[in-house]
């Protein structure tokens, strides 16, 4: 192209900035005609020498690559966009292109890089006030953070986009958002709430016009009711999903649908249809570098094999598949799937009789799913009990300021401590609302099982502290009006009084304040595993403590359960030296059976059964006994032998995870003491714990 003069030059720079403009529009909606507009563009702005254009347009054909899957073919012009970008010190194109490097890695199962990439891209948006680009960043960092298994982080970067873009009506952001919030609902199994923010997601994006979230939406729909068991309607958005990711090209969600729609036909025990669908899906994967996904699809291919019936795979070629996927999650380091494989691989060597590995890789695969679950839980609890006790140094260090104080400036700094305290109780209010919040994600999994148990009863115990504070508080309220009333009469004596009973108050807030700290760090050590000393603890104090949290929690969960308990405690026994928090966990797991134990009693022989649980201890020579025993129905004789046995229950399924006695059993014999079961079917059990009686 030959330019003549100026206006010639800015006609071509005002057609290639057009030309960018409405590339970047249609972008999402129809990648394929973005592709040949921002071509047209590059090739403008490279006759031209038009840096600014030339790099627009090399971003956008960028990522219409990636739309279709062709990573390498959409780095090379996005390399060359973000050095363009770069020379000309635009950050906004920088954190474009390092959003579009995300979604690449994420692709490729690389989901660090992809979290870095992502992170670097809000820091660049936040510095230049690049609201669209904000939104799209904490959707972008939800999802890598959804794919690593980190559901907390990602659920709240997600509800951080939606809000960002709904303020600056982003349809597109939020139609992402909605449709993964879905997703993490789908993670945790609440199907309603799932299904409810796919069809809000879905109604955006028809009206957006995006068939790639359209496809992508209705496969989630799709998926859904695959999971609440309606296959018809499964496979009737599935196979809407797939007619569209084959009209647009989108690869990616070819491979997802087809890996639902096996999913579906396996359990309509239609295995030719699942096996073919399987494949299909793994050879998409493989072809766009889709690792996790590849991951997924040879854990499909798995799992089918092991069904019965079904004999298209050997038996090694099973543990073949499985060690692939295996090394596949290790490297893309998704916890999600790294769980599902694991488990699978239990199933697969308890059923070809390697019961050692079997439990190595169930253990595994338990040790992953709690990680994934429960990090963000105790994170919430550690903060709760750092505020504690950064605010309870605050208030000591203001109360020993007080006491020096001259009377001249005492009503300015009794009005600043009045301040404090309004600000101490509203902090306060707001960490007993933040542990009601943590007590139900704690109860609701199972994989803490018995801290949840807990929970309920450290609820009640801490209110009655919380209560002294917000009542002490304000009653200091009005003894600071009171002073001030008298000082403005001159009335300097009785202003010392009031003063001194504000003081007395203080004192008391700060010890109600302790007792809370207290509770909350005794619950923080009964959640830590491993890696604790031995101390001095007076055993009795802990049997008796362990009793009334485990009945008030118990009490919490159903109001009408009622039990006698008994104690009988041994004054003589002392301190002994023991881990707290572990032998902790035995006493808690003795007495939540002995409760289940009374409870299934009672609901069975009604008013005319009086249920009683008894604690007691007693020191006998060079040892310390501690006995929990209940009225219950007893321990059958066949099963007796077996009850400390790694995952046996005699719970219905899904009651219990049967470790309970096992890791009570490994808890005693590494104080060097050993655990004793007496019972008679039909009348009692009870449970005897041996300890050194050495302090």
Same mark, same amino acid.
């Given at each position: ?96 292109? @390092? ?34 680009s ?39 952001v ?17 199907y309603t ?8 997601s879905l ?43 084959e ?27 699942a ?20 991951a997924?699809?040879l ?25 692939n ?17 694991k488990y ?56 020993y ?20 305290i ?13 542990l ?17 148990? @807990? ?60 007792r809370?700290?207290?509770i ?31 009945? @008030?929690g ?49 609901n ?35 099963v ?28 005693i ?27």
């Amino acid at each position: 192209m030959v330019m003549h003069n100026d206006d010639d030059i800015n006609n071509a720079y005002e057609k290639i900035d057009k030309l960018n403009s409405l590339a970047l529009e249609i972008r999402v909606n129809d990648s394929s005609r973005a592709m040949t507009i921002s071509r047209e563009a590059v090739e403008l702005a490279t006759e031209i020498h038009y840096e600014k254009g030339l790099a627009r347009g090399l971003a956008t054909l960028g990522f219409s690559y990636i739309r279709i899957s062709q990573h390498e073919e959409a780095l090379n012009y996005l390399d060359k966009s973000y050095e363009l970008f770069t020379s000309l010190n635009d950050k906004r194109g920088q954190c474009d292109i @390092l959003q579009y490097y995300s979604i690449i890695q994420r692709s490729l199962g690389n989901l660090e890089a992809s979290l870095d990439y992502s992170l670097k891209a809000l820091s660049l948006a936040e510095e230049t006030n690049y609201k669209e680009s904000e939104s799209q960043c904490h959707y972008h960092i939800g999802v890598s953070y959804r794919f690593l298994g980190k559901y907390e982080q990602a659920l709240n970067f997600f509800l951080k986009g939606l809000d960002k873009a709904r303020l600056i009506n982003y349809s597109m952001v939020e139609g992402y958002c909605l449709n993964n919030i879905g997703l993490i609902y789908l993670e945790t199994s609440d199907y309603t709430n799932a299904l409810e923010y796919y069809n809000q997601s879905l109604a955006i994006r028809r009206k957006l016009g995006d068939k790639w979230g359209e496809s992508g939406n209705l496969d989630n729909i799709g998926f859904i009711y695959y999971k609440i068991g309606n296959y018809t309607e499964g496979i009737k958005y599935c196979t809407q999903s797939l007619t569209i990711t084959e009209e647009i090209d989108d690869q990616k969600g070819q491979g997802n649908t087809l890996l639902h729609l096996g999913n579906i036909y396996e359990k309509l025990n239609d295995y030719g249809q699942a096996m073919d669908c399987y494949n299909r899906s793994l050879q998409i994967r493989r072809k766009i570098g889709d690792k996790k996904g590849e991951a997924e699809i040879l854990l499909s291919l798995a799992e089918l094999s092991i069904v019965d019936n079904f004999k298209m795979i050997s038996n090694s070629n099973v543990f073949e598949l499985l060690h692939n996927a295996l090394e596949l999650g290790e490297q893309t380091k998704a916890l999600d799937i790294l769980a599902k494989i694991k488990y699978v691989l239990y199933e697969a060597y308890k059923k070809s009789g390697n019961y050692n590995e079997a439990l190595c890789n169930l253990e595994s695969s338990l040790s992953i799913e709690k990680e994934i679950h429960n990090a963000s839980i105790k994170e919430k609890v550690l903060n709760l009990e750092i505020s504690n006790r950064v605010e309870q140094s605050k208030k000591e260090a203001e109360i020993y300021r007080l006491r020096n104080i001259d009377l001249v400036v005492l009503n300015k700094e009794i009005t600043k401590q009045k301040e404090e305290i309004f600000e101490q109780r509203k902090k306060t209010e707001e960490a007993f609302v933040e542990l009601k919040s943590t007590q139900k994600q704690l109860i609701q999994s199972e994989k803490m099982a018995s801290l949840g148990e @807990l929970t309920a009863g450290i609820a009640h115990e801490i209110q009655n502290p919380l209560n002294f504070v917000n009542n002490f508080s304000e009653v200091s309220t009005e003894l600071v009006d009171e002073m001030n009333i008298e000082m403005d009469k001159g009335n300097i004596e009785d202003a010392k009084e009031i003063a001194n009973d504000l003081r007395q108050n203080l004192e008391k807030i700060n010890h109600h304040g302790k007792r809370a700290g207290d509770i909350i760090k005794g619950m923080l050590q009964h959640s830590r595993s491993g890696g604790s000393v031995k101390e001095p603890a007076n055993l009795n104090a802990l049997a008796d403590e362990y009793l009334r949290l485990a009945y @008030l929690g118990i009490r919490a969960k159903d109001k009408s359960f009622n039990a006698t308990m008994k104690t009988d405690f041994d004054e003589s026994i002392g301190n002994i030296n023991i881990i707290s928090q572990d032998i902790g966990r035995v006493i808690l797991n003795l007495i939540n059976n002995a409760f289940y134990a009374i409870t299934e009693k009672k609901n069975e022989l009604g008013d005319g059964y009086e249920p009683i649980v008894s604690v007691s201890t007693k020191k006998i020579g060079d040892k310390v006994l501690v006995s929990v025993k209940d009225n219950g129905n007893g321990i059958p004789q066949k099963v007796l032998d077996k009850i400390f046995q790694p995952f046996f229950t005699t719970k219905p399924t899904g009651q219990g995870t049967g470790l309970g006695l096992s890791l009570a059993y490994d808890i005693i014999k590494a104080h060097g003491g050993e655990i004793k079961a007496n019972t008679l079917e039909g009348e009692f059990t009870e449970f005897v714990v041996h300890l050194p009686a050495s302090v």
